[in-house]
């Protein structure tokens, strides 16, 4: 009778039991099989070497896997485990303690000296195991006594002791892109493990199950395996043993949650970020949470949205709430380190700050006014008394001699009253026109309504010499 094979799909003659999950029965069982991860599984890279048996000086080193779900931490530890002589023991750090950990060490231990085989220890959620059970780890690792593959989809910086930190190589995975997912899923319906042909799917079924994916191909796998059981449930009786075509409504049904009608690539997805900016620009916040959810919910790229309300904060509310902008950019480098689902939140908060903020486009109307008139031609030599400091004229290098001010001297603003020097500072062909109008015209909304009498007070220092 042949043996079971590694990730659990029986191959045995024996009575039939429930099959394992789709997502199992669809694990890699070779390097060439995983999806995505390209960067951590170069040619070279440390995690490629310990799958294929290559060690260093004194041997395999152990790996940290960090990443979000579904992106392959337990398929790269089964890979590890393939190598020749190696034996694999999993934990679960939620139900392991320090006496499972410790017996694994020992027999580790008796199989390195007694045969010179090597054990990999796959401790599934890491973060889970307080600092005394991982110091229980520190021996065997720091003795090589076994090839450790953690995986956390906490920060390893906060969940793991800096110890076993430092005795291990740090592997980030992310999550995975939409083409992988739909290799996934592609693999899935036509290979022999998966659902062998017996199924076809359809492009609208297919493109939700990616978007509630996620990037997660377990859950991508999960929710193609409950989307067959309702499209077998209910699917016509065939005579002529045709595939049973899974649908979008098969899919709907089976993750409960309807399809979002967003075309990332199409007009859908234009409409529904112009939308989103221009309820956002009119101070509309449900409007604006409302496009926000449908472009998550769809699997738009957080990042994108991110980079959309950065734009806004200095377009449209500007120096209305200049704090506006700080918070853009603090989510946009929050949505970049930790990703959906939590993304959502940091998100919403930058959506609800620069939609209640006082509106202003002043600052987008001036560099605007201020570029057309350069490319009209307008704007001369930069006043003398400007210039850098590279050059002196011969007027300069005489007053300067004689103590004399040169006429054209720079006036340092800090010697002046209020630090405002009454100097010109403008090319001499713009000064007339901006004598009576100015490229920032501040509003009197919010923070500018501030700034509107303090840059009327500065034109009037400057402008009336």
């Known amino acids: 009778m042949p043996d079971p094979d590694l990730f659990g799909a029986s191959q045995s003659d024996a009575p039939a039991t429930a099959p394992a999950p789709l997502a199992v029965r669809m694990r890699p069982r070779a390097l060439d099989e995983v999806r995505g991860q390209e960067e951590i599984l170069r040619p070279g890279s440390p995690l490629r070497r310990l799958i294929e048996g290559a060690g260093g000086v004194a041997g395999p080193l152990s790996a940290i896997l960090w990443g979000p779900p579904g992106t392959g931490k337990t398929t790269l530890a089964h890979l590890v485990a393939q190598v020749a002589d190696r034996e694999f023991v999993e934990l679960s750090a939620v139900t392991a303690g320090v006496k499972d950990v410790r017996q694994v060490m020992e027999r580790a231990a008796s199989n390195r000296s007694l045969y010179g085989r090597q054990t990999v220890l796959f401790l599934d959620e890491i973060h889970r195991f307080t600092k005394a059970q991982q110091d229980a780890l520190l021996p065997g690792v720091e003795n090589r ?7 956390t989809t906490e920060n390893p910086s906060f969940s793991i002791i800096a110890p076993l930190l430092s005795r291990s190589v740090l592997v980030t995975l992310h999550s995975l892109e939409r083409s992988d997912i739909e290799s ?11 659902l062998d042909g017996r199924y076809t799917l359809s492009d609208e079924a297919r493109d939700h199950l990616v978007s509630v994916a996620g990037g997660d191909a377990r859950r991508a796998l999960t929710s193609l395996e409950a989307a067959a059981g309702v499209a077998e449930q209910l699917a016509p009786v065939s005579l002529d043993d045709a595939p049973t075509e899974i649908t979008l409504a098969h899919v709907e049904q089976a993750v409960d949650r309807a399809a979002v009608r967003y075309d990332k690539t199409g007009d859908q997805h234009y409409d529904v970020a112009s939308a989103f900016i221009k309820s956002m620009r009119g101070s509309d916040v449900d409007a604006a949470l409302h496009y926000l959810a449908r472009q998550l919910e769809a699997g738009e790229d957080p990042r994108f949205i991110a980079r959309r309300i950065v734009i806004l904060a200095s377009e449209d509310v500007g120096m209305g709430d200049p704090t506006a902008l700080q918070t853009a950019v603090a989510a946009m480098h929050a949505v970049a380190q930790i990703g959906m689902p939590e993304a959502r939140i940091v998100l919403a908060q930058a959506v609800v700050h620069v939609t209640t903020a006082p509106k202003s486009n002043a600052a987008y109307v001036g560099i605007n ?21 590279g050059y002196t004229s011969p007027e300069r290098k005489a007053a300067a001699t004689s103590g004399e001010r040169p006429r054209d001297a720079y006036i340092y603003a800090h010697d002046e009253p209020d630090a405002v020097a009454a100097q ?31 840059w009327a007070w500065l034109r009037d220092r400057l402008r009336g010499q």
Request: aromatic share 6%; net charge negative; charged share 30%.
């Open 369 to 389: 006014e201020a570029i057309a008139d350069v490319r009209a031609g307008k704007g001369g030599a930069v006043p003398q008394h400007l210039r850098g400091t």
């Open 184 to 194: 996934v899923l592609d693999s899935a319906i036509s290979e022999e493990r998966g």
């Open 424 to 454: 010109p500072y403008l090319p001499e062909d713009l000064r007339d026109k901006l004598a009576t109008e100015s490229y920032y015209r501040p509003t009197d909304r919010g923070f500018e309504a501030r700034l509107q009498q303090r």
């Open 145 to 151: 006594e076994v090839i450790l593959v953690a995986a």
